[in-house]
């Protein structure tokens, strides 16, 4: 462990990757008032251009990253692509995302076959922040959609996850590492404004947690892609659901 200008000069190509990662950061801030507005001054499909963008950038960054990572010496296990070493830690991780996985197909069943839960869905989703830039609306967009949670899944578990915990803990104890990566994340999703940061603390948390443990970034990557998919599951079904959920409202008042 060293302090941060301590390696910045011998560690070249690790500087490149974190300017890519900051730049990839600042632009997402800067866009993000022009990109709201252009959705909301749009007809159907508007999110596809957005869609397009995101799964366009978070594989080129994702990629270059990684071959800087490579370039500097070190391997892919060592930014958490492999299994991981195993033992109690890891079958926990493993353990904590095999329960989320089944949390999350109860939430879809129960919103399927139950207006009461899709009802308190759509309070939650009220209450979740401004997510105009990520929810789905039209079929295309829904089928769009879950490319977009696949590569949420995969790069950006490796960038927030790997990567940066990686680079963290070059200057920081590792628990301190996990905790700059963490927020950097949350801070990631600022467009959902602060009740959408909030609301995905938990899940930032217990994909720390799971990468922390088992040392390997499969569990994240699969927790990760389900949660976006069962959100975007979720979406799909309260829309569905919507005109009739309305109509029987009255009935039941």
């Known amino acids: 462990m060293s302090a941060i200008y301590d390696w910045i000069p011998t560690e070249p190509y690790l500087a490149a990757a974190l300017v890519g990662m900051a730049v990839f950061l600042v632009l997402g801030w800067w866009r993000e008032p022009r990109i709201k507005a252009r959705i909301r001054a749009g007809g159907e499909d508007a999110r596809l251009p957005v869609y397009n963008s995101v799964m366009l950038h978070l594989w080129a960054l994702s990629g270059l990253v990684l071959a800087l990572w490579l370039l ?4 892919l296990a060592d930014i958490g692509l492999q299994a991981g070493p ?14 989320g996985i089944a949390y999350l197909i109860f939430s879809l069943v ?7 839960s ?20 039209s079929a295309a967009e829904f ?4 490319w977009v949670a696949v590569t949420a899944g995969v790069t950006e578990e490796i960038l927030f996850r790997g990567f940066l915990i990686a680079i963290f803990a070059l200057f920081l104890p590792l628990w301190a590492a996990a905790i700059a990566a963490l927020a950097l994340f949350v801070l ?4 959902q404004g602060p009740a959408g940061m909030l609301r995905i603390l938990p899940i930032s948390i217990i994909l720390t947690m799971t990468y922390v443990l088992s040392g390997s970034l499969w569990p994240g990557i699969i927790l990760h892609a389900f949660v976006d998919l069962a959100g975007g599951g979720l979406f799909q079904i309260t829309a569905k659901f919507d005109a009739a959920d309305r109509e029987a409202e009255p009935a039941e008042a």
């Open 72 to 75: 500097s010496g070190r391997n």
């Open 86 to 99: 195993g033992g109690w830690p890891g079958w926990l991780a493993w353990g904590i995302t095999a329960a």
């Open 110 to 116: 129960s919103a399927s076959l139950s207006r009461k």
């Open 118 to 137: 899709r009802i308190d869905l759509r309070r939650q989703i009220a209450e979740s922040g401004d997510l105009d830039m990520i929810r789905p609306e």
């Open 143 to 146: 089928r769009r959609f879950n």
């Open 188 to 191: 990631g999703h600022s467009y």
